[in-house]
């Protein structure tokens, strides 16, 4: 699957975007797998409450399953006006 960067995420990671074989069943088991890579990947998921996730570009929360899932998106928060 496509796992993509985006903000201060990407920068940490030092990625935009990759892709990524995975076992993991929910997104926090990827999360999980993505920590235990290196240290700027623990880094970058240090904080999931400051982390909003997109599964197949709908916003979804961190227990979402990953069965047939083709991109998953890790963001912080967003504001607007």
């Known amino acids: 699957m496509d796992v993509l960067y985006f903000a201060w995420v990407r920068e940490r990671i030092g990625l935009p975007r990759e892709t990524v074989r995975t076992e993991?069943?929910?997104?926090?088991?990827?999360?999980a797998e993505l920590r235990a890579r290196e240290d700027r990947y623990a880094m970058a998921f240090e904080d999931l409450s400051a982390l909003r996730v997109a599964v197949d570009q709908e916003l979804t929360d961190f227990d979402a399953p990953l069965a047939?899932?083709?991109?998953?998106?890790?963001?912080?928060?967003?504001?607007?006006?």
């Open 24 to 31: 993991a069943a929910t997104v926090a088991d990827l999360v």
């Open 68 to 81: 047939g899932v083709r991109e998953v998106a890790f963001f912080p928060p967003m504001t607007g006006g």
